[in-house]
């Protein structure tokens, strides 16, 4: 009789499941002979290594019935949604759209946050805290951002010679290049990029 193939997919549920019934036993605190009187009932063996898929679901779903609670994991935990948290992670994807930033996930920013802020989460960074992160991402982006936008103000100018430029797109340009006069600080490079790329047909990144 042929053997059935098990894929990669069906092992990592299968380690997920054991890691889950070890952590229960920790957690429930089951001593040796109460665990594998667990195993043996619901499971039908004493070993989770010999034990099928189907059957260490059994001692789990047992588990939790006993009172055993999976806990959520940080990448579970609802997102912050402060107007500071907002921000960060408006500038966090800002620089992922300069290139400065490899990877834009919220994964990565709580990384960044974490160096900068000392804290695991955006939620918990309050007042100088979140003034350094910001102002951190603020620097970082004005490393790339002067580039970008002398860039995007040279392609401006060259549809706009050539008459390609809506009179919406118009007005977009002459907004940037107004706040470009004023100075050269971060708020007005950033509010000047984003015109400017309204005025060359493209969309602020979502």
């Not at 603020?138 to 706009?160: N, S």
């Not at 290049?177 to 400017?196: H, S, T």
């Amino acid at each position: 009789m042929a053997t059935a193939t098990t894929t990669p997919k069906q092992k990592a549920y299968r380690t997920t499941l054991i890691t889950l019934v070890h952590v229960a036993k920790r957690d429930m605190a089951l001593d040796e002979d109460t665990y594998r009187a667990i195993l043996m009932a619901q499971g039908g063996g004493d070993s989770l290594s010999a034990m099928p898929i189907d059957n260490i679901n059994k001692v789990l779903t047992y588990m939790k019935a006993q009172g055993f609670k999976l806990r959520k994991s940080k990448t579970d935990r609802k997102q912050a949604d402060s107007t500071d948290a907002k921000k960060m992670r408006a500038l966090w994807l800002f620089l992922h759209e300069l290139g400065a930033v490899d990877d834009p996930s919220e994964a990565a920013l709580l990384a960044y946050v974490r160096r900068i802020g000392k804290v695991d989460s955006l939620e918990w960074l309050k007042g100088r805290k979140v003034d350094a992160v910001i102002e951190s991402q603020k620097k970082w982006a004005m490393r790339f951002l002067p580039a970008a936008v002398e860039a995007l103000k040279a392609e401006t100018l060259q549809r706009r010679a050539k008459g390609l430029l809506s009179p919406v797109q118009l007005g977009s340009a002459e907004h940037a290049f107004k706040r470009l006069a004023a100075g050269e600080g971060f708020d007005i490079q950033w509010e000047a990029w984003q015109n400017l790329r309204h005025a060359v047909g493209r969309s602020y990144p979502a």
